[in-house]
Nanobody, 114 residues
Framework: QVQLVESGGGLVQPGGSLRLSCAAS????????MSWYRQAPGKERELVAT????????NYADSVKGRFTISRDYVKNTIYLQMNNLKPEDTAVYYC???????WGQGTQVTVSS
């Protein structure tokens, strides 16, 4: 059974940093492209970052390019999203997803506010 468990969210001031984690089970993160999405209140879910199965290619939404970094740990079967220089507009629930499967995790709330 495929399961994704996100963690690491919280309240942070503008300019601060957070690292989100997504622990996967039921498959290996090396076998699928993995992505982070986010959904702000009243808005549609949007793609934030993607990493290819081999980890050689990453892609980012223009709004986070240069500030966010997606990575994976094959041993821990986990993907990460390092978020630096956070802005209030980054406030959202963040989700991870494997391209091979339709299931979503429960998400983790990120709030950027002074």
């Amino acid at each position: 059974q495929v399961q994704l468990v996100e963690s690491g969210g919280g309240l942070v001031q503008p300019g601060g940093s957070l690292r989100l984690s997504c622990a996967a089970s039921g498959f290996t993160v090396s076998s699928s492209a993995m992505s982070w999405y986010r959904q702000a209140p009243g808005k549609e879910r949007e793609l934030v970052a993607t990493i290819t199965p081999a980890g050689r290619t990453t892609n980012y939404a223009d709004s986070v390019k240069g500030r966010f970094t997606i990575s994976r740990d094959y041993v821990k079967n986990t993907i990460y999203l390092q978020m630096n220089n956070l802005k209030p507009e980054d406030t959202a629930v963040y989700y991870c997803k494997a391209s091979r499967f339709s299931s979503w995790g429960q998400g983790t709330q990120v709030t950027v506010s002074s």
